[in-house]
């Protein structure tokens, strides 16, 4: 596993920024980090990226602890913080000299520099100021900074805040061409990157996770049709996968779950229910999509 979060929580004084934070992120994964402004997301990033400590809880990045072995996990890390501070009056080949000179890459150094400027597209203006580049270009460096000790996990913090339509997309097919080799994560608050980039979502709000979802149930349920179920007891998943028909179950607690199909399955569940003996005390369906979810969670 490449990110482990458990119970974390941050205070700045008494104001509580994370509040019990749990999550892992395997090997590989592309995940978007949502939720609204001061939900606490760069918090946590930087307490990933070791920046910053967590007040209490446990953060380990491949294994390390961030609290004992910051050193090491910034060499396994890289970090694209928000509002992405660059030295403005460097060069674009300088300023990136200089972060491989930080992390000691020594004879790599050249050619590393060279795939950075080839893999974020910045060879028409690596030898122009970073303070005359445009924004997009820009994160550009900010990306190919991050990039540049070749780290197996990539923390962007808001990548595409404030880009063009047309830098968006070159930003967004840069981190999905990324996220082929790397462990990312990514905050936005806009719900198309998370649907464009991420296997899977967290949305966090007031310091808390609220919600965990893989993009592939939220794609299925674009298509297809949502059905809350309560039933009087308890009922195992396993036993509900039967019926036919369901693509994905998920357990709302006190005996509720929510069937995702591809077609209208209100009888099936009826009948199996009838079935089985089960008693359904209330069934209905809705839509959503990730847009609904956030909302949803984060009012
Ligand atoms: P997000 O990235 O989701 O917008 P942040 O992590 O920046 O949220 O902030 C979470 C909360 O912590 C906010 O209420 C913010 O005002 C507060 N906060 C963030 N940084 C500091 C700080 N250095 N000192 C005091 N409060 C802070």
């Known amino acids: 596993m490449s990110v482990k979060v458990q119970e974390v929580s ?4 008494k104001q509580k920024a994370l509040d019990n934070l749990s999550f892992e992120i395997n090997q590989g994964e592309i995940v978007g980090f949502l939720g609204p402004n001061g939900a606490g997301k760069s918090t946590m990033m930087k307490i990933i990226a070791g920046y910053i400590p967590q007040t209490s809880g446990l ?3 491949n294994g390390l602890d961030v609290s004992t072995d910051s050193l090491e996990i910034r060499k396994q890390i890289g970090y694209l913080p928000e509002n992405n501070p ?3 009056e460097m060069y674009v080949k300088e300023y990136l000299d200089h972060v491989a000179s930080i992390y000691k890459l020594g004879k790599n150094k050249a050619k590393r520099i060279a795939e950075m400027i080839d893999l974020t597209g910045l060879g028409v203006e690596q030898n122009k100021k970073i ?3 445009s924004k997009g270009y820009r994160q550009r460096v900010g990306i190919a900074q991050a990039l540049i000790h070749d780290p197996k996990v990539l923390i962007l913090d808001e990548p ?8 968006l997309l070159e930003i967004r097919k840069l981190i999905q061409d990324i996220g ?6 990514l905050s936005t608050h806009i719900m198309q990157e998370v649907e464009a980039c991420c296997k899977r979502v967290l949305i966090v709000n007031k310091g808390k996770l609220v919600a965990d979802r893989s993009i592939d149930f939220l794609a299925a349920n674009k298509s297809a049709q949502r059905i809350d179920v309560e039933f009087s007891s308890e009922v195992s998943a396993d036993l509900l996968q039967e019926i036919n028909g369901v693509v994905e179950i998920d357990a709302l607690g006190e005996n509720r779950y929510c069937f995702v199909s591809k077609t209208d399955i209100r009888k099936e569940v009826f009948q199996f229910a009838v079935s089985k003996n089960l008693v359904i005390l209330e069934m ?3 839509s959503e999509n990730l847009e609904d979810i956030f909302h949803q969670l984060t009012l």
């Open 86 to 88: 660059l030295y403005q």
């Open 160 to 167: 595409t805040t404030g880009l063009d339509p047309n830098q």
């Open 131 to 133: 303070a005359s580049l």
């Open 10 to 13: 941050k205070l700045y004084g």
């Open 180 to 185: 082929r080799e790397k462990t990312v994560m």
């Open 59 to 61: 953060v380990e990045v």
């Open 284 to 286: 209905k369906t809705r």
